[in-house]
């Protein structure tokens, strides 16, 4: 199983960005699908999550009304759009994939900087 991140990098305040997550060996709409962050010294995060076939969705309070989770089961790919950004989103993003407790994987991460 892969998960591959991609999208991440240096945004200015109040801009956006729009990470995506490529899966592949697995079933994908088979699995709930999320976000996660984490900064240095800090737990993940949960940020968004969608269920299999795209029609729930939860957000955390902190993006609420700025971020987006929306999938894609024909290509195996989750997004993420990222609104009106803020210096405390800055963290690494990472893909999640959760099916059961046994079946459930992680991406690599991909960073994103929000700076002036």
């Known amino acids: 199983v892969q998960l591959v991140e991609s999208g991440g990098g240096l945004v200015q305040p109040g801009g956006s960005l729009r990470l995506s997550c490529a899966a592949s060996g697995l079933t994908f709409s088979s699995y709930f699908m999320s976000w996660y962050r984490q900064t240095a010294g800090k737990e993940r995060e949960l940020v968004a999550t969608?269920?299999?076939?795209?029609?729930?969705?939860n957000y955390a309070d902190s993006v609420k009304g700025r971020f987006t989770i929306s999938r894609d089961n024909a290509k195996n790919t989750v997004y993420l759009q990222m609104n009106s950004l803020k210096p405390e989103d800055t963290a690494v993003y990472y893909c999640n994939a959760y099916a059961s407790t046994v079946y459930h994987y992680w991406g690599q991460g991909t960073q994103v900087t929000v700076s002036s």
């Open positions: 969608i269920s299999s076939t795209g029609g729930s969705t």
